[in-house]
Nanobody, 128 residues
């Protein structure tokens, strides 16, 4: 499956953005999907995930500010980001494992991630 992100922009601290990730075809059960980010000079880190078991999770620094949700009809995964901070500045990637199995690989915020499909990234810049 091919993934394409959009929605990245430059905003001031305290602002909001919603990133979108459109899949080339519908991802059906079972699946693990998530958002990750990478800032210059830093390693890629998980932002949050959802899976077909109904589980979800977020890294501590974004809890209460970021929300991941999915529109099955539009084959789209979203990352809603509120109260953005300069430290949220990064390239944001969506990723998916459309054949995920809990028995074989974890689906969580931190790696190792099970993702086999990745988007090209969408830049988010937050100024103070």
């Amino acid at each position: 499956v091919k993934l394409a992100e959009s929605g990245g922009d430059s905003v001031q601290a305290g602002g909001s953005l919603t990133l979108s990730c459109v899949a080339s075809h519908n991802i059906v059960t079972p699946y693990c999907m998530g958002w990750l980010r990478q800032a210059p000079g830093r390693e890629r880190e998980g932002v949050g995930f959802i899976n077909s078991d109904g589980d979800s999770g977020y890294r501590e620094s974004v809890k209460g500010r970021f929300t991941i949700f999915r529109d099955h009809v539009k084959n789209t995964l979203y990352l809603q980001m509120n109260n953005l901070k300069p430290e949220d500045t990064a390239m944001y990637y969506c990723a998916a494992d459309p054949e995920w199995s809990r028995d074989w690989s974890p689906c969580g915020v931190d790696g190792p991630w099970p993702y086999t499909s990745w988007g090209q990234g969408s830049q988010v810049t937050v100024s103070s």
